[in-house]
């Protein structure tokens, strides 16, 4: 019923930006959370960044701070992801996910979310 949709990946350049843009929908659903994850092959399913609505509380991955943005629309149950300085080692599949657990606590982890989009491919060139 949950249902999560990312898009805006694609192929860029070192240096490079791109900006992600996931919604979350259901006829009932409100998000506590939202976060971005990617998975590059043969590592394990790494949280780039997420935003607790609650306090307006952001997670970035020390590999990503300063360089990527997490904003969005709690309301709307939006989030964006807007990455400036791309490096080929950002390339993964990226995904979107969102909870609506307001008691959760590892919110920027991957076994915090329930819910997932299906993935949109960046590729960063060197």
């Known amino acids: 019923q949950v249902q999560v949709v990312e898009s805006g990946g694609g192929l860029v350049q070192a240096g490079g930006s791109l900006r992600l843009s996931c919604a979350a929908s259901?006829?009932?659903?409100?998000?506590?959370?939202m976060g971005w994850f990617r998975q590059a092959p043969g590592k394990e399913r790494e949280c780039v960044a997420a935003i607790r609505w609650s306090g307006g509380y952001k997670y970035y991955a020390d590999s990503v701070k300063g360089r990527f943005t997490i904003s969005g629309d709690n309301a709307k149950n939006l989030v964006y992801l807007q990455m400036n300085s791309l490096k080929p080692e950002d390339t993964a599949v990226y995904y979107c996910?969102?909870?609506?657990?307001?008691?959760?606590?590892?919110?920027?982890?991957?076994?915090?979310?329930?819910?997932w989009g299906q993935g949109t491919q960046v590729t960063v060139s060197s």
């Open positions: 996910a969102a909870n609506d657990n307001p008691y959760s606590s590892i919110w920027y982890q991957v076994r915090g979310y329930d819910y």
């Open positions: 259901g006829r009932t659903f409100s998000s506590y959370a």
